[in-house]
Every structure is written in C-alpha cells, then in structure tokens.
C-alpha cells in the first residue's frame, strides 16, 4: 500500500516545539519533493514548506521562516518538521505531501500536482 503517514503531534504551550515525522511506506521518497502543508479552523490550506530529493534545497513560508526546519533521511524513507517557538496561531492539521521531483513543485508552496498526501496530524498550540 502507498502511502505517507504523519506523526508527532500534540497539544504544546506556546514558546514550546514539536517535531512531525512523515514515514513513506509502498514507494521510495528518493525521487520525490517533500512538502508539508496545513490548514486551520476555517481557513485555506497554506503550504508551509518543501525540500528537494537530496535535502539540499528548502522553502519555509515566510510565516514559519526562522521558526520551522525542515528535513528528510532517505535512507529511513522519513521526513521532518521541527517546530520551535510555536506560535498559537500554528494551530492546524499538518499533512506531509510528496510530488515527483521532475514536477519542480517545490519553489511554489502549493498543493496542486502532489502524488501523494498523508491524512494530516493534529498540532494545537495553546496555554
């Protein structure tokens, strides 16, 4: 079975950090770009960050730029969002997504053309 399958999140106090996992399971994530997305209570899905096929290229949204890392271990067929000084306002469900790399999708941020989408972890950053 293809699929991607988030994990790692949770209830944390604003200031705090939580790190997202993204486990690919059925296909390698070698040849693909990896994203993460998230979408808020009544609000659109904004893309929040991507890395190329061999992490050495990233793109944050400027709301998570400093804040956010991204990264990948092929080798693991896993990939990573390290979440730091959060922020209420990151509250969302975070989904990982993969597109080929040939798409070149990774400089835009959006959602249109993903191969594959994971069904979203639940990030709530509150006191």
């Known amino acids: 079975q293809l699929q991607l399958v988030e994990s790692g999140g949770g209830l944390v106090q604003p200031g705090g950090s939580l790190r997202l996992s993204c486990a690919a399971s059925?296909?390698?994530?070698?040849?693909?770009?990896i994203h993460w997305f998230r979408q808020a209570p009544g609000k659109e899905r904004e893309g929040v960050s991507c890395?190329?096929?061999?992490?050495?290229?990233?793109n944050y949204a400027d709301s998570v730029k400093g804040r956010f890392t991204i990264s990948r271990d092929n080798a693991k067929n896993t990939m990573y969002l390290q979440m730091n000084s959060l922020k209420p306002e990151d509250t969302a469900i975070y989904y990982c997504?993969?597109?080929?790399?040939?798409?070149?999708?990774?400089?835009?941020?959006?959602?249109?053309?993903?191969?594959?989408w994971g069904k979203g972890t639940l990030v709530t950053v509150s006191s």
């Open positions: 059925g296909f390698t994530l070698r040849f693909f770009d």
């Open positions: 890395i190329n096929t061999n992490g050495g290229s990233q």
């Open positions: 997504a993969a597109s080929l790399v040939t798409k070149r999708l990774c400089a835009g941020l959006l959602g249109d053309g993903m191969d594959y």
